[in-house]
């Protein structure tokens, strides 16, 4: 008589990139502790500095599966390649260096992947601030990514935002102009069950090694925004099931210092706005979905817009957004047709020029 056997237990990799945060990470690390599993491997890509990084890591390694890798150049997306070659799981979850896990967070990803044809999953991320190292919650918020935010539903809205084909009932989704929008009509049922989203945050999120075989995140950034979208929509485009679950979460400390934190606030906004503006060139050529004309409408809409506010209202915030917004395209639009002509131009170099 033939005997079923037991299924075995994935393995977990945890890959965390951390600079300068050694006061933080080992509120991380310490709740990976007591974790409701034990059997996970933790990797810390390092970017070498003087605040006992290293020494808080060497505390912790008597008590968890640590891997210390150096990263030696680049920024957030070069350091969560150097954890993915590395990485031997079968599940790889990232946190951010002060995101801290709930116990079952571990246990709960597994869980997850039992589901059919799941590629890819992301949790809630709390936010909280430290005092006297006690998690402290804010009193107006639960949650950084769930907003149940009713917006008016106006053609132009509708004309801007409106999703790829296949995603139309995605909690996170990309639209035909290459940017990235919650549906604010699912939000509700994201607060409490599973719905299908291009992932989250990449303070908490996984996919599978399977799934994501051949992925690498976009090196053509500095502060790595929408890479969580590029990696949703890739397994996604791979016919894997990509989702939230407001069940596993984090809580994110509040404390005033971004990855970014070393950038000045001017050429921090112009890098948002741009690497933001940016998804649509990233994907376009790969996604056909993606339209030009909806393109060039939003962005016809956004500048009216913003003219309005700067001629009308007297808001000179808006003045350098609309620089930046212009010097997205131009670099968007060399990427293009760098593309089409072989060339192995990447916007790295143009954005770099920001930090100078």
């Known amino acids: 008589m033939l005997q079923c056997q037991k ?16 006061h933080l990470l080992g509120h991380v690390l310490d709740a990976l502790t007591t974790q409701t599993v034990d059997d996970f491997e933790v990797l810390i890509i390092v ?13 912790y390694s008597e008590k968890l599966k640590i ?20 990485a031997q799981g079968e599940i790889i979850v990232l946190l951010d260096d002060d995101a801290i896990p709930f116990p079952n967070l571990i246990q709960s990803y597994i869980l997850a992947y039992t589901l059919p044809e799941v590629g890819g999953v992301a949790g809630d991320v709390i936010p909280v601030s430290l005092k006297e190292n006690k998690i402290c919650l804010f009193k107006d918020t639960s949650s950084e990514i769930v907003h149940s935010t009713v917006l008016e539903n106006t053609f132009v809205r509708r004309l801007k935002n409106r999703p790829l084909k296949g995603l139309e009932n995605y909690f996170l989704y990309i639209s035909k102009a290459g940017a990235l929008y919650f549906n604010h009509k699912i939000a509700d049922r994201a607060s409490s069950q599973i719905v299908d989203s291009l992932l989250a945050k990449g303070a908490n999120l996984s996919f599978s090694s399977k799934a994501s075989s051949g992925f690498q995140f976009p090196t053509s950034c500095i502060i790595g925004l929408t890479f969580e979208q590029y990696l ?6 791979k016919g894997y099931r990509v989702i939230f679950n407001p069940e596993i979460k984090v809580y994110h400390i509040h404390h005033g210092q971004s990855l970014s934190r070393n950038i000045k606030d001017k050429k921090r906004a112009a890098l948002f706005c741009i690497e933001e503006k940016l998804l649509f060139y990233r994907l376009y050529g790969d996604e056909s979905e993606l339209s030009m004309m909806y393109r ?8 009216i817009i913003d003219i309005k506010n700067i001629c009308l209202h007297k808001k000179t915030f808006c003045i350098p957004m609309v620089k930046n917004k212009f010097f997205a395209e131009i670099i968007g639009l060399r990427w293009f047709i760098c593309k089409k002509l072989g060339s192995n131009y990447t916007p790295l170099s143009d954005l770099e020029k920001i930090l100078k």
């Open 7 to 22: 299924r075995q237990t994935p393995k977990v990799s945890v890959i965390i990139a951390t600079y300068k945060r050694g």
């Open 47 to 59: 970017k070498p500095s003087s605040d006992e990084t290293e020494q808080v890591i060497a505390k």
């Open 67 to 86: 891997k210390m890798i150096i990263q030696k150049h680049g920024y957030v997306t070069h350091a969560l390649n150097l954890g993915l070659k590395n």
């Open 232 to 237: 949703g929509w890739y397994l996604w485009k």
């Open 296 to 303: 060039l409408v939003s962005l016809l809409m956004e500048t």
